[in-house]
């Protein structure tokens, strides 16, 4: 068995009917380079060889009520693809607004705890084609965020994936085997009895944390503050409805305005998302006075020898969407997210990974039920949005033999921050993931189509 570590349980303890932590993909796929030709029953058989060597595709969780610590996962000796792989079509004409509706519905379908915490759905019938004569399929893949972040999901796709299309199955590999339920609780109290050593030796990193920041607070020096953002169309309670959209760049084109304006990819990335946000709110007479604020995941993978499948931290990020013009905005995001990162690099790695061991269930349970059920989620956002840029392969992709064309990746959304934006890189170009709840963003595609109109007034002044 592998025990979940505090910050992999703890989207399992923030999880609600309303809140699914599941984290998703929509791949857009060229069945013409499948080996023999797509059918679903070659492409069932070729995903079965596949995860005879990912374990942890065949992993699912298990606990004991005399358990004092975190649940653990374990082998599924009854694991069938069957009951992860699912099959569906598009209706005419197989539109964008057809497929975005059908991954909004899948979106919002909480995943089976009983089971290994994933699903693929095949989508046939994109854009009205034959499948079987060469046309184009969506694969929508959901994986519980317990499981994944983005670098640990991103390396289990490229594990799915491989870069030729004939590329020959890896070898099986072996899972992390079984527990009794005398096991899991026997372990369970060993590493519940060594919390206070844990807490005494954690408390030194974190009184440097503040101290820190607080030196840092003093010279101006700080990312923007939880709870300072401002009340946005997305802050609020949110339903367990799920509404997508997505749009694609050139990467080339992204470069050109990094190039020229010597920022980051990623600075460019969030000017972007800045831009598109100020434009969606002023045409609605709802953009605040004072800047946006998101909370960018940052990963700590090879900065913290803790075990777990989630190493993330995260900084608050200043939007600047009070700034007008183009240029000023992305100079602007680019000067803040320069002492953002100083500011998150100053806080150990492993800190927040080392604190969530000390939460129970029970306190993430009940603080999330009383945060929803409070105007807070409207009048005090911890943060607006969730925005994560995920670096992605540049070599060809294939999925089981049929090539990616796109791959659009969807976070999670939380009750006070229904928006999360996620962009990809992938062979050339940027896909931009939307994920939202219709009762907050019920129009969320006019903000997708922004992206391409905010990338050509930077590339206009880059030139």
């Excluded at 670098?151 to 899972?175: Q, R, Y």
């Excluded at 503050?225 to 009340?231: E, G, I, L, V, W």
């Excluded at 050139?250 to 470069?255: H, P, T």
Aim: aromatic residues 6%.
């Amino acid at each position: 068995m592998q025990r979940l570590t505090g910050l992999d349980a703890s989207f399992l303890y923030l999880e609600t009917p309303t809140q699914p932590l599941h984290v998703c993909s929509i791949l857009e796929l060229d069945t013409s380079t499948m080996p023999g030709g797509y059918t679903f029953g070659r492409l069932r058989d070729a995903l079965e060889l596949r995860l005879a060597a990912m374990p942890e595709f065949r992993e699912k969780l298990a606990d004991n009520p005399l358990n004092l610590d975190h649940p653990v996962w374990v082998d599924d000796k009854d694991f069938d693809v069957n009951r992860h792989l699912h099959r569906i079509a598009l209706p005419p004409p197989g539109g964008r607004a057809e497929l975005s509706e059908i991954c909004g519905h899948i979106a919002s379908l909480p995943l089976d705890r009983g089971r290994p915490l994933w699903e693929m759905w095949v989508i046939e019938g994109v854009a009205g084609t034959d499948c079987q004569r060469g046309g184009r399929l969506a694969v929508m893949t959901k994986v519980h965020h317990a499981g994944v972040d983005g670098v640990t999901g991103a390396n289990l796709m490229s594990k799915l994936c491989s870069t030729e299309p004939d590329a020959p199955t890896p070898e099986p590999a072996a899972g992390v085997g079984g527990a009794s339920g005398w096991q899991i609780a026997g372990g369970g109290l060993i590493r519940w009895a060594s919390r206070p050593l844990q807490l005494a030796a954690l408390l030194p990193d974190t009184v440097s944390s503040v101290v820190s920041t607080l030196r840092k607070a003093r010279d101006g020096q700080t990312m923007a503050r939880p709870f300072a953002a401002p009340r946005s169309a997305f802050n609020g309670k949110i339903t367990g409805r799920r509404n997508i959209a997505y749009s694609e760049l050139d990467l080339d084109d992204i470069k050109k305005v990094k190039n020229h304006f010597g920022v980051k990819v990623n600075d460019v990335v969030m000017a972007l998302v800045s831009g598109v946000l100020r434009q969606y709110l002023a045409e609605r007479n709802a953009l605040p006075d004072s800047s946006l604020v998101a909370m960018v995941p940052v990963s700590v993978h090879g900065k913290s020898d803790r075990p777990g499948r989630n190493k993330v931290s995260g900084m608050f990020a200043t939007l600047h969407t009070e700034l007008s013009d183009p240029v000023q905005r992305l100079k602007a995001i680019a000067d803040a997210n320069s002492v953002a990162k100083q500011h998150s690099s100053a806080i150990g790695a492993s800190l927040l990974q080392d604190w969530t061991q000390f939460a129970a269930p029970a306190v993430f349970g009940i603080a999330m039920r009383l945060y929803a059920s409070s105007r807070l989620t409207e009048t005090m956002p911890v943060h607006n949005l969730v925005v994560s840029n995920v670096p992605g392969p540049q070599a060809p992709l294939y999925l089981l033999g049929c090539e990616a064309k796109a791959m659009f990746p969807l976070g999670p959304i939380f009750h006070g921050s229904g928006l999360n934006i996620t962009a990809m890189s992938l062979h050339g170009t940027l896909n931009i993931g939307l994920i939202s709840c219709p009762e907050l963003l019920p129009d969320l595609w006019e903000m997708a189509d922004e992206f391409t109109v905010g990338l050509e007034e930077l590339l206009v002044a880059a030139r």
